[in-house]
């Protein structure tokens, strides 16, 4: 995409524009190449984090599965752990947003790697 139009969706939260893309059809609502750490963090940063890897893995609906969902995955991080979640390329909701961070902060959560899609980021660090 051009810088331009990245620039022009600065003043907007990023589940807000993928919720107008959803009401105007605009399907997969996703804004491809957004790649922010976090909102205090500059793009050629050397930040890390560490800590032990909390594992999940989202599977497509049309896969059965006998493990089944018995509670959100937030519920079972432990302090100091690093959410690493991989989801199917398929799925176009986000797979992490605001409400979940906010839980897996009180928990003490460190951080999150998604091989997925992401909302509400402002809202997470």
Do not use: W
């Amino acid at each position: 995409m051009d810088q331009d139009i990245y620039l022009a969706f600065n003043d907007y939260a990023v589940c807000n524009v993928a919720d107008a893309m959803v009401a105007l059809n605009l399907l997969p609502c996703f804004v491809d190449g957004l790649d922010m750490l976090s909102p205090d963090t500059p793009k050629n940063t050397n930040t890390r984090i560490s800590g032990p890897a909390h594992t999940v893995q989202f599977l497509s609906s049309d896969v059965k599965s006998e493990a089944g969902y018995k509670k959100p995955y937030v519920d079972s991080c432990t302090k100091g752990c690093i959410v690493v979640l991989s989801c199917p390329s398929n799925v176009v909701n986000a797979n992490m947003g605001g409400l979940i961070m906010q839980r897996a902060k009180q928990l003490g959560v460190v951080g999150a790697v998604v091989d997925g899609r992401v909302r509400d980021l402002d809202g997470m660090f």
